[in-house]
């Protein structure tokens, strides 16, 4: 038995214990690093992650009276009953706040889905900046959709999932975290459009290139939800505004000093735009690359967006520059943070070869400069989300 089927089996077994009575099925879906391309996704802008090994499972099985019953294996929180019928957006709702939206969001869009049982568990670290929300929303999307019989395509129930997480949970997120746990697959990078959802799988085999590509959760907690975020995301669409395009993706790399010039008097947005516009050519730089066979090149596309996210986004913190700055240091082809900042974690590219010494200057750094010590584990693009068991 495979790790993946004896996971799916151990939550089906835990359902019968919560619940009474086998699940339906148990469904999967990943969480996400994003290789390059950050606080673009909002700006209509590229994206470009891969789906991680790790996942929130659900166990799912439908009921007929309306009822919402969610439970965890702890990780998240304990049990939680809502009827439908009375699903209202409610502040600090906590972690049923996320399977609940998506439920809402379904009804709200004219699907007809009833009550159900829904049992999870996840093994996506939490507050790391490895899209643990958007992979509890689309195993939840993704399992009441088969349980009512829907056959939404796999882009939808992105945008419902994050439709639950704008509109419900109250963080103003973009689509990319919630296509990726949809719509990646094993061994590829999905390099997004996230104006029209339109994308393509870029063939990413870092180990049959001789390197390894390392995830470096600073344990330093983030939350989006604090106001930051929004904040940033607001800059951005006054940037917008103020050079008349629709978003920030409009405005060619090519023309920057021009919008910049334009932005002089507010030197905050003006650094937000600078960020975006780069980064989305980082993005086309990175797909270039990779398309070209050239996976190593894409090292100090890497460093240059992280020094964007510091400089010009602000959305670093000590742990991450630190991060970055010791896997450079120590031989790395290119690194920086990923996910929404503030905390989280850093992605490296390292040789094969060099793994392990960039590993243990990392952690030695961190011990000296007394932080809390950092989880790294390689990043392997796997597969987006699926049902485990028929």
Known sequence: MTDTAHSAAHTAAVF??????????????PGRVNLIGEHTDYNAGFVMPLALPHTTLAAAAPRTDGLLRLTSDGALGGTVELRLDDLRRTPDAGWAAYPAGVAWALREAGHRIGGADLYFTSTVPLGAGLSSSAALEVATALALDDLHGLGLPRPELALLAQRAENAFVGVPCGIMDQTAAACCTAGHALFLDTRDLTHRHVPFDSAAAGLRLLVVDTRVRHQLGDGAYAERRAGCERGARALGVRALRDVPVALLPEA?????????????????????????QAVAHLDAGRPRA?????????TSLRDDF????????????????AGALGARMTGGGFGGSALVLVEEAAAEPVTEALRSAFATAGHTPPRIFPAVPGAGARRLTP
Not at 16 to 29: C, D, H, M
Not at 299 to 305: D, M, R
Request: net charge negative.
């Open 16 to 29: 019968r214990q919560e619940y009474g009575a086998a699940p339906a099925g148990v469904w999967a879906a």
């Open 260 to 284: 910049l010039a334009k932005l002089a008097d507010d030197p905050v947005v003006r650094d937000l735009v600078r960020h975006v516009v780069t980064e989305n050519d980082r993005v086309e």
């Open 298 to 306: 894409i090292g100090p596309v890497l460093t240059a967006g992280h």
């Open 314 to 329: 602000k959305v670093s913190c000590p742990e991450l520059d630190l991060a970055v700055e010791v896997a450079d240091a």
